[in-house]
């Protein structure tokens, strides 16, 4: 990382207040969509990825910042949107414990959590959300895995599942049967982070509206997959429904509601963990299994 950044990004985050102390160096991460995460004092400086929509990207902060979202994300240290020296937008949060796969996950917060989400009032500023377009943005990743026997597979389901997702949402607004919420547009597990005592969603790049179901689409998907037990799956199901989560029907069989997100979320982590060489053969053999299966 050039030291003109490290310097910038230090500078900033102390401009942040008390919540940023002064740091005497900055950690760095690189994230699968393309940003850059520098851990400074108590700060998590965002440098979001190329190709970035400044314009929709502060709505959703605006949005967060303004409205009942506050109450179920965690909270911004800046309410605007600075820009880093190479132009990057650059958004900036407190440090929190995230979940991973070595946690013990709270499946049923998990499901009450989405469920409060996705009943909020629809904030008029808010962009359509982004899980559409991060099943697009896959698919080019797919294209570009040169070399790898499953390529025309993944391309092909891609391009299925993209057309897919734009007629159904068609049908849906021409039968005025579209359900509209807030919808988080990327949740999985690392968008779950400690917050005064409680869970509270991270990351507001894909914030939005649309059909709540694409929240529910990464468990969903990989409880299919056989990645996700299916006690899990129930409790996170199971709460959510208690608390009037309105992605699926009360009672009855979720599928037909969630079959669409669960297969793009499938597919959208195949070609993630492919196209980063991860070590973890399982997941990557699930995930490819299940996308033969479709």
């Not at 990057?88 to 991973?100: F, G, I, K, N």
């Not at 070399?147 to 897919?164: F, I, N, S, Y």
Request: proline residues 6%; hydrophobic residues 45%; contains cysteine.
């Amino acid at each position: 990382m050039e030291r003109h950044l490290d310097d910038w990004v230090m500078s900033y985050a102390a401009e942040l207040g008390p919540a940023a102390p002064r740091a005497a160096a900055s950690r760095w991460v690189a994230t699968p969509s393309g940003a850059r995460l520098a851990f400074v004092g108590g700060a998590v400086v965002k440098l979001h990825r190329a190709g970035t929509d400044r314009g929709a990207l502060e709505a959703r902060l605006t949005a967060v910042a303004r409205s009942a979202l506050a109450t179920v994300f965690v909270p911004p240290l800046s309410h605007r949107v600075a820009a880093a020296p190479d132009g990057s937008p650059v958004t900036a949060w407190p440090e929190v414990a995230v979940l991973d796969a070595d946690s013990e996950i709270p499946w049923a917060e998990i499901g009450r959590l989405l469920a409060r989400l996705h009943r909020l009032p629809v904030d008029p500023g808010l962009p359509d959300h982004g899980a559409v377009e991060r099943l697009r943005r896959a698919l080019e990743r797919a294209r570009g895995l040169a070399g790898l026997a499953d390529r025309t597979l993944l391309v092909q389901l891609g391009e299925r599942l993209l057309r897919e997702a734009h007629e159904e949402r068609r049908v849906r607004e021409r039968a005025q049967r579209h359900t509209t919420s807030v919808v988080h547009g990327d949740f999985h597990l690392g968008q779950v982070g400690q917050w005064d005592g409680d869970w509270r969603l991270l990351d507001v790049d894909d914030l939005g509206v649309g059909d709540p179901a694409w929240d529910l689409g990464r468990p969903a998907g990989f409880w299919a997959a056989g990645l996700l037990a299916d006690a899990d799956w129930a409790r996170c199901l199971d709460a959510y429904r208690d608390a009037h989560g309105p992605a699926v029907p009360a009672t009855g069989d979720p599928w037909p509601a969630i079959d669409l997100p669960a297969r793009a979320a499938v597919l959208v982590a195949a070609v993630r963990t492919l196209s980063r060489e991860l070590d973890n053969e399982d997941t990557a053999g699930a995930l490819l299994a299940a996308c033969r299966r479709m």
